[in-house]
């Protein structure tokens, strides 16, 4: 973006042959950012120049708590930008409750409708419901508009409907998106239920966040009774701690298990976090986590922070940075998904933690950090499964013994 800018300063002339590439990927991360954009674009249509909002292929919007976008500012950007792309909304635009207090152009309706103009080409989609009506309500008539190009969709919502989810979904619209590939959900049963019967038939990638872990309630199981058998890769990723504890905390407790595997079938990739839940029921092994104990064709998981895990394990010991008896439970969680019976045809464990990688592979790596590295590899290697990083590239006892390993000894090698 530096060099963008320096040769846009060089003429008048490069200034605007500069301005396509200025603006095709637009990231605000202030409200400032889009005050400025807003105005910018507005003094262009004032003026009579040509609106540089033409150019912005991207919209990106991911801000802390405190600095959030005003509608208004957004609602401009977005009148004078018709050819996104990709529009990412993450918890970034400041919405009032009450509705009186409410222009009309920035109601979640308009402000909806505003990226379904008649030459959108929406391949990506991020959207925040800000309101406490169940999403589709207002996200329907846009998807509808762009379902011809939407190849990944986002939904969250910074509140629960109290809307009955049954209810609600037989009066909803059916959807169809007939190219759509991956859908991240940070959503309700409710709207569980109505994504139920949305037509996505080319849909292979779910990841799953649930505001309410409304896991025993009726919408969840009827999306993934629904479109399980197409999934290919699915991401929970919640902490399976927490679920455990929503669980035991219903009252009456849910008496069938959640059979997510017979619901996915051809399931291939699995992601999940790494602060599990040890079942007591079975305290012989850990499972990935409580909804998916075990699947017949996965043959790759990955696990999200392992750092964080590593560091809450070490914090129980600070005194002592040799010992790695800390991090034996994380040990055995590893260990548990190399069981055959559990998932036979597992190929790869990925560390997905850049974080993770850099407290394995940086300069002064603790001994213990590389000790538990040393017995997580020995174990892959004893069941022929790769161990990989974030990158996708094989751990080996050559990458630990080039930061210090060799001092403890070889623990193990892959086969």
């Not at 037509?199 to 009726?218: E, I, K, T, W």
């Not at 007591?280 to 075990?294: S, T």
Request: hydrophobic share 40%; proline share 6%; with cysteine.
């Amino acid at each position: 973006m530096k060099v963008k800018r320096d040769l846009s300063l060089v003429s008048k002339a490069w200034n605007r042959y500069m301005q396509e590439y200025m603006y095709e990927f637009v990231w605000i991360s202030r409200a400032s950012q889009a005050k400025m954009l807003a105005l910018t674009l507005l003094t262009q249509f004032i003026e009579g120049k040509p609106s540089s909002g033409h150019y912005i292929r991207r919209l990106h919007m991911e801000t802390p708590v405190l600095l959030r976008c005003a509608t208004d500012d957004i609602r401009t950007i977005l009148d004078y930008a018709p050819h996104l792309v990709i529009y990412s909304d993450h918890h970034s635009v400041r919405c009032t409750r009450y509705s009186e207090f409410i222009d009309v152009r920035c109601s979640p309706e308009q402000m909806v409708s505003v990226l379904a103009n008649s030459n959108s080409k929406l391949r990506r989609l991020s959207l925040t419901n800000y309101s406490d009506d169940p999403f589709p309500k207002h996200v329907s008539p846009l998807l509808r508009r762009t379902a011809a190009n939407l190849e990944y969709l986002e939904l969250s919502s910074s509140s629960i409907p109290l809307v009955s989810g049954h209810l609600f979904a037989s009066k909803s619209p059916i959807v169809s998106l007939p190219v759509l590939q991956s859908l991240k959900l940070t959503l309700d049963n409710t709207t569980f239920a109505v994504l139920a019967a949305w037509d996505m038939p080319n849909l292979r990638n779910v990841s799953v966040v649930s505001s309410d872990f409304g896991y025993a309630g009726p919408g969840f199981a009827y999306f993934f009774a629904a479109h399980g058998k197409k999934l290919h890769q699915l991401e929970l990723g919640h902490s399976s701690s927490l679920v455990v504890e929503h669980y035991l905390s219903l009252r009456p407790r849910p008496v069938q298990q959640i059979p997510l595997a017979e619901w996915c079938p051809n399931l291939k990739e699995f992601i999940c976090s790494a602060d599990a839940e040890w079942n007591w029921q079975n305290p012989d092994w850990i499972a990935p986590h409580v909804l998916l104990p075990g699947h017949k064709s996965l043959e790759f998981i990955g696990i999200r922070d392992i750092d964080k895990r590593l560091m809450d394990d070490a914090s129980a010991f600070p005194a002592d940075v040799e010992d790695e008896a800390p991090f034996f439970p994380l040990v055995e969680q590893i260990s548990s998904l190399l069981f055959n019976n559990a998932f036979p045809s597992l190929r790869y464990v990925r560390d997905l933690s850049r974080a993770s990688h850099s407290m394995r592979g940086g300069q002064r790596p603790e001994m213990r950090i590389l000790k538990f590295w040393a017995k997580i590899l020995a174990r892959c290697g004893e069941r022929q499964v790769w161990l990989e990083d974030f990158r996708g590239v094989n751990i080996t006892l050559r990458d630990l013994k080039r930061v210090g390993l060799d001092r403890i000894g070889g623990a193990g090698s892959l086969v």
